[in-house]
């Protein structure tokens, strides 16, 4: 693994963001304000819609989570296709109570999942455009509207879903799906489809009347990955680099969902859990990432560097799939970093904190500190052999100048 300290990259910007789990005093403002939230997803009565502006996130409201799903029978409504002008009348109205607050809008989440939506493609499209004008007839024409928030990545669904857009003149400011990997499914894929769909979409010059400026993974982490710090690292490196706009980590349980719970990063009681841990340190980086390699795709590796100081964050998430070779326990970490700080400091401090691994859902208030010693870097580099890195764990490592 290797850092170079000088080499600044530009990213989009932190992939931090929630979903529900959000009320007038839970979490703690300093669970959350450590974070660094870009995006939050919800409804009001989930989520309140000024409190979570007041971290510096995006709102985007989600039309169907006020509408109804199947499971709770679309809150008496009925499903919206059967009667189209009941849904323009909602949406309207939903509009005009919404008009002097500053939040974005997501029309309907995860229309490919009967469990949220069991009319079909083509009813969906229909419903799709009508919430869209209205919106627009309501708000103006340059309001944030996006989707359609699927819940897996496919091309052939999406382009379905713009040409449509297309033929109906709708307005689609951000493009979304979600990226709730199952545990066979390889977390490189996440920046595979960003990739793939900035090419065929977002620099599609067809699509431009659209108004496409964003991508967003409105949902990301799979069931079995939300208590894994390691692959909490994997899933926002992956975001990043695939040059995501925004990001929503998802919830998978009534209890993550609450507003103690904080997604899942912390539990019932509030106390952070590994993956808390890895979502701060991530956090404290977005904002000056600097070029980092990892010659082991199951250790992501995320640097960032300011004048006096440097910060590298590490994660052992093994890789997945029925035919991959079941992974050693412990992964040996070397580190090598070059200028930023190192060319400055004759001596520097270096600090490394680890969070555990295994299932993850236990509490754990404080990292564990592993490495504290002070080193003379040797001509602008920085050799480390670190201590090894059990399965799904993270890790920080920091260097400062030495005081001594």
Known sequence: MS????????TRGSMNGFIHSLDATLPADDKVVSLAPRLWRSEPMRAPIDRAIAFGAQYQLVLSDLWGYPQSDWNGRGPPWRDLAAWEGFVRDTARAYRSR???WDIWNEPNDPGFWRGGQRRFLEVYSRANRVLREELGPEIV???PS?????PRWLAGFLDHCLAADCRV???????NLKPVDPLDSISAHLTDARRRFMEEPRYAPLGLREIHINEYVGKSDRHLAGETVSYVDQLERGGADRAAHSCWSSQDCSPASLDGLLTPGGVPRSVWWAHRWYAQGAKSRVRSESSHTTVPVLAAAEPTRAQVLL?????RGALEPRAPSLKRVRL???GGVLRTAPRVHVRAEIVQGASGEEPEPTPLLVVDRSLEPEKGTLRLKLPELGLHEAMLVVVEPAED
Request: glycine fraction near 8%.
């Open 145 to 147: 509207i996006g989707g």
């Open 315 to 319: 994660g052992y998430a093994p890789r």
């Open 173 to 179: 400011s951000f493009l979304s799906w979600h990226e």
């Open 3 to 10: 850092a170079s300290l000088d080499e600044r990259v530009e």
């Open 336 to 338: 090598t970093l070059r």
């Open 150 to 154: 699927i819940s897996r990545y496919a």
């Open 102 to 104: 500053p939040v974005t």
